[in-house]
């Protein structure tokens, strides 16, 4: 587990789902294998990722780099678990969607200076603002999570549309052909084009050089998908649902990683400033933490029958 390096984004599009827990957890998950893991929070506007870890607060936070020109690894932080290092995020810096375009390429070119060191964990704000989504799609592994209501449902695929759009935006930039995309996208009535979906197609059959490099963006968006705080296999089956849609309405490889149930004691041990993984090793939730870490590792899937 020592050669493990890489970037890994936690995001989804709805706030409150659990996205700096899973972070966390599977951070220290690792860390316990011998990984030498980096947890970032990039919750600008709301950091509480430290929470989790049991630490109060740090002397540097992402607020030293946006507003005081630090370099990241000199806010690197240790934690109480062997391993697992922190960057802390900060509420009072800007927040993500106030983060300019020259801000925003420096701490993405910072982050993959870091993963040469470590794997690199990144916990990300809610919503999908360019930034966000930027860091997202910049990661060598996407996670979303989400958790069993329709308002985290629809946001996920608000989410994911908006990364997708942003990839298609990025490999069509390579070959000075982005223009027909916005422009595709902006008169999609007057293309008789319904949903993404039909965007997809309609560039796809453009031309030769636009078809292949959106075909190829699509092959290679993959996303990693996470039910949180599930009460009952029922709730676990949001998983399957989400990904079939992704699959026949944005034709991308959407796996389903795995699920967490709800823990009441997660909450506890953040007002007690206890590590969740650490108190409660053989709980069933820890346990799916663990074969959640082991599903992004190799790439197997659930599949959960209600």
Known sequence: MEDLKGIWAVGGGKGGVGKSFIASAIGTALAR??????????DLGGATLHHFLGIKKTAASLSDF????????????GTPVPGLSLIRGHNATLGAENINYAQKNK???????????????????AGSSHNIIDTLISADLM????????IAVE??????KNALFRRLAA???QIGRQHVLIDTWKNRHG?????FKGLIASLSGRDDEIGARVREEIENFRIHLIVNQARNRQEATVGNAVKSVCRKYFGIDCRYSGYVEHDEFIGRCVNRREIYMESYPA??????VERLTDNLLTGRQVSIIS
């Open 155 to 160: 946001n996920m695929y608000t989410f994911l």
């Open 107 to 125: 701490f993405l070119r910072h982050l993959a200076k870091l993963a040469r060191e470590y794997l690199v964990i990144v916990d990300l704000g």
């Open 171 to 173: 490999g069509l930039n």
């Open 143 to 150: 996670a979303a999570v989400i958790v069993p209501e329709i």
């Open 191 to 195: 293309y008789g084009i319904k949903g």
């Open 33 to 42: 294998r011998g990984a030498r893991v980096l947890l970032v929070d990039a």
């Open 66 to 77: 946006f507003d005081r020109g630090r370099p990241l690894f000199e806010l690197i932080t």
């Open 283 to 288: 709980s069933r939730c820890a346990r799916e």
